[in-house]
C-alpha cells in the first residue's frame, strides 16, 4: 500500500510590536512526497510523570514508520532518546541487538520533534559511533564500516517537578 504525505509548516514571531515576515507557509506544503505506509496514527497523548521516563514508541508494538512525530503539550521539557540497532536482515527488520546504541536530545514545548525516517546510521565499534574523524567531523559519516540501522524504541525523562504530556504521531 501507498499514500501521498503533504506536511505544512510554519512559525512567525512578533517583536517591538511588529509581524515579522513568516517563516513556512501553511497554504502550501514543504514536502509531498509519496509513502510506502498507508496509516496516519495519532496515539493517545502520553503523561510523563516528573523524574521519570516513558516509552513514548517501540517497534515490536507498533512496527515501523516513516515519520514520528512528539510534542510536549504543556511548558516544560524533556530528554528525549531513540534506540538504534542492527536489523536481523533485509528481510526481517527485527533488531538483533548486536548494535545497541541510545541517541539524545533535548526537547522543549516550543516546536514539534520529528524522526523523518526509521533509518539510522550505526557502527559497531564505539569509537567510531560516537567519536570524531581527523577533520573534527563525526567518524560515523566517514568510517567505512558504518552502515544503516533502524530505531527501534523512542523514550523521553521528564527531569522536571511537573507532569508533562507529550503528543505522539505516527505515520506509515
Not at 21 to 42: C, E, K, Q, R, W
Not at 89 to 97: E, H, K, L, N, V
Not at 109 to 131: E, H, Q, W
Not at 134 to 162: F, H, Q, R, W
Amino acid at each position: 500500500m501507498s499514500a501521498n504525505l503533504k506536511v505544512y509548516f510554519s512559525m512567525t514571531m512578533v517583536k517591538d510590536g511588529k509581524l515579522l515576515p513568516p517563516y513556512g507557509n501553511l497554504n502550501a506544503p514543504i514536502a509531498d512526497v509519496d509513502i510506502t505506509g498507508d496509516s496516519f496514527d495519532f496515539l493517545s497523548d502520553i503523561v510523563v510523570p516528573a523524574g521519570e521516563t516513558k516509552v513514548l514508541w517501540q517497534y515490536g508494538i507498533h512496527h515501523d514508520f516513516e515519520v514520528a512525530v512528539f510534542t510536549i503539550l504543556d511548558s516544560g521539557y524533556g530528554y528525549l532518546c531513540w534506540l538504534v540497532d542492527r536489523p536481523t536482515s533485509a528481510t526481517d527488520s527485527t533488531a538483533t541487538g548486536a548494535v545497541r546504541r541510545w541517541r539524545e536530545v533535548d526537547v522543549t514545548c516550543k516546536v514539534p520533534f520529528l524522526l523523518n525516517s526509521d533509518a539510522a546510521r550505526i557502527n559497531a565499534t564505539a569509537a567510531s559511533d560516537y567519536g570524531d574523524d581527523a577533520s573534527s567531523l563525526p567518524k560515523i559519516l566517514s568510517a567505512t564500516d558504518s552502515e544503516v540501522g533502524k530505531v527501534y524504541e523512542v523514550v523521553m525523562l521528564n527531569p522536571g517537578t511537573d507532569d508533562i504530556t507529550v503528543r505522539r504521531a505516527i505515520i506509515n
